[in-house]
């Protein structure tokens, strides 16, 4: 019991650089009273002291607004970060080094008894107001992003942002991260489940079509010049197809600075030219 107490206080100093001292923690930090609180509550389930269990259940929301089901079962380590709101249903498997902010719900979407509620791996990070929802396997090291929808399973080492949820890529950074990987690998997690890098999957997927209509574009311009080229002209009134200007769906802080760094180049390229003889 102590040992595991001492993994619970040594996580929050890993895991919220705010936790100043351990005093501070057992007296102030409502996540660790209410896993303590369900450590109590669970036991007295597995006893079969139930409507005990959901006493003792009840009066940890009523004291720090976090609502655990006793027949939960979390693993070691798990954190919940603020808290106020969180609900983890009946059914639902928390592995180790898990970490849940505030808002977070892993609730059902049946009312048939049995197996209702999601399953997470090893650390796993669930960002703030995130819902996960139904028997689905969020795989180990998965990262859920806040406000997210999540009602299909999550391959390990995943991201998901978005309503519903979807999958996204971490781009390639050609920058020195190797200040930022030292403190994840530190710290264990990525913060509310947000990265730095994460792009939005909808504009990916616009701005691939977009990049797919330039290219058609330019095909049918030479398909044209060819046909011209040989002789055929196009019918009176036939009108040009309109050029297609170029565009880009910004998602990432770091694609609108590409974006002006490439205008300046264009503009600085363009000066250039005007003011050659």
Not at 27 to 43: D, K, Q, S, W
Not at 60 to 84: C, K, N, S, V
Not at 177 to 206: C, E, N, W
Not at 234 to 259: H, V
């Amino acid at each position: 019991m102590f040992e595991n107490l001492k993994e619970d206080l040594s996580v929050v100093f890993d895991r919220d650089p705010a936790a100043r001292n351990t005093f501070e923690i057992l007296t102030t930090y409502p996540g660790v009273h209410a896993l303590l609180f369900h450590r109590l509550a669970h036991a007295l389930w597995n006893l079969g002291a139930k409507w005990l269990a959901r006493l003792v259940s009840y009066l940890a929301r009523w004291l720090t607004g976090i609502e655990i089901h006793p027949a939960a079962r979390i693993g070691r380590r798990f954190f919940i970060d603020h808290g106020m709101g969180v609900v983890i249903g009946e059914t639902a498997v928390i592995g180790d080094d898990c970490t849940l902010y505030h808002g977070v719900t892993l609730g059902g979407t049946s009312w048939e008894k049995g197996k209702r509620h999601p399953t997470l791996g090893n650390g796993v990070v669930v960002g703030a107001g995130a819902k996960v929802l139904g028997p689905i396997q969020i795989g180990d090291g998965a990262r859920i992003g806040s406000n997210a929808v999540v009602v299909k399973a999550v391959p390990a080492g995943a991201t998901v942002v978005g309503v519903p949820g979807r999958l996204i890529e971490r781009k390639p950074e050609d920058i020195d991260t190797s200040h930022r990987q030292k403190l994840a690998s530190k710290m264990g997690f990525d913060a509310y489940g947000a990265t730095r890098d994460a792009p939005d999957p909808v504009a990916h997927a616009i701005n691939c079509m977009l990049d797919h209509l330039h290219v058609m574009e330019t095909r049918m311009k030479q398909m044209c010049e060819a046909l011209r080229a040989a002789g055929f002209e196009p019918p009176e009134g036939a009108e040009d197809i309109p050029e297609l200007p170029a565009c880009e769906i910004i998602s990432t802080a770091e694609e609108l600075r590409r974006m002006h760094l490439d205008e300046s180049g264009v503009e600085q390229a363009s000066e250039e030219g005007d003011s050659r003889p």
